[in-house]
């Protein structure tokens, strides 16, 4: 009776709780990061790729619009 419940707790940490936290994470640092941290990060992109994949439509992480002044 408690693989069940189990395995779809571990189903929805795999697939919503971890890519979110690594969305956020890759927001903060991809700009500052260095080579050993990135690799890091594809890793974590690679492994949670089912994640992130769910969760692409709905996140938009574009760079903000630069203002030029004149």
């Known amino acids: 009776m408690i ?4 395995y779809l707790a571990l189903a ?3 697939l919503l709780v971890v890519p ?3 969305l956020l994470y890759l927001k903060q640092r991809w ?3 260095s080579a050993i941290e990135r690799t890091f ?3 974590l992109v690679f ?3 089912p994640g992130l994949l769910v969760l ?3 996140l938009n992480f574009r760079p903000k619009r630069r ?3 004149v």
Do not use: D, K, R
């Not at 693989?3 to 189990?6: C, E, M, S, T």
């Open 41 to 43: 990060m594809y890793f």
């Open 67 to 69: 203002q030029i002044e």
């Open 12 to 14: 929805g940490a795999y």
């Open 20 to 22: 979110v936290a690594i």
């Open 56 to 58: 692409s439509p709905f």
């Open 47 to 49: 492994f949670f790729f």
């Open 31 to 33: 700009y500052v990061v």
């Open 3 to 6: 693989v069940a419940p189990l």
